[in-house]
């Protein structure tokens, strides 16, 4: 069983631009949800979508921003980047919410200079 | 100015001994745990879970303990390999599928 790729793995922009990143979750999963890590500040929730809704969202600017298609594949897009912004962007699938076992993907490397 | 990053607690262990890990968490209604090891260059992996209301469970290898009254988890890792070198996270669900992540312990195996 595949488990949750993300794509692309990394990623160079420059500030003021957009990116859209995506995460495909385990077959199966209903709940995707997505997380910053930076040195500065580990792990930090940003979304989680469960049946193309968004049901839970972290405390970030609304220049995040995110969707969930009928496949349970997910999209997250950052606009007008800032240098602020560069860190590892991972994506975790789940069966469904509430106590069951979250899988990861590697992660999107997103770079902004 | 000078950015200031987590400091991250570091483990050392000799190949074969027994590790600990520990993590205070912060929400007292918190009735689910994560373990994740994360390598460098990869995404968090899955290790074990607990649910709040038990205080003990097993897996190949390691064993969490959950400690409610003082709000304290654990993750010991038996006959430590080379292999478990990694940053070990403990993760609280504090509400649908939104995770808190502690800031990690870097572990270190010596052969």
């Known amino acids: 069983k595949a488990g949750v790729t993300q794509t692309p793995r990394y990623l160079i922009k420059t500030r003021g631009q957009q990116v859209t990143l995506s995460c495909s979750p385990i077959?199966?999963?209903?709940?995707v949800s997505w997380y910053q890590q930076t040195p500065g500040q580990g792990l930090q929730f940003l979304f989680e979508?469960?049946?193309?809704?968004?049901?839970n969202k972290g405390n970030f600017p609304g220049r995040f921003s995110g969707r969930q298609f009928s496949n349970s594949r997910s999209e997250m897009n950052v606009s007008t980047l800032e240098l602020g912004d560069s860190a590892l962007y991972l994506c975790?699938?789940?069966?469904?919410?509430?106590?069951?076992?979250?899988?990861f993907g590697q992660g999107t490397r997103l770079t902004v200079v | 100015g000078e950015s200031v990053g987590l400091h991250l607690p570091t483990l050392s262990v000799q190949e074969g001994d027994n590790s600990i890990i520990n993590c205070a968490y912060s929400?007292?209604?918190?009735?689910?745990f994560i373990w994740y090891k994360q390598e460098s260059g990869k995404g968090p992996q899955f290790i074990i879970d607990?649910?709040?209301?038990?205080d003990k469970r097993q897996g190949q290898r390691v064993t969490v303990l959950l400690n409610k009254t003082v709000k304290h988890l654990s993750l010991q890792i038996a006959a430590t390999q080379p292999g478990d070198s990694a940053v070990y996270f403990c993760a609280e669900e504090m509400t649908g599928n939104q995770f808190y992540f502690g800031t990690g312990t870097s572990l270190t195996v010596i052969p």
């Open positions: 077959s199966g999963h209903r709940s």
């Open positions: 979508y469960f049946s193309e809704t968004q049901r």
């Open positions: 607990i649910r709040s209301n038990m």
């Open positions: 929400n007292s209604a918190s009735d689910y």
């Open positions: 975790a699938s789940s069966l469904e919410s509430m106590n069951t076992e979250a899988f």
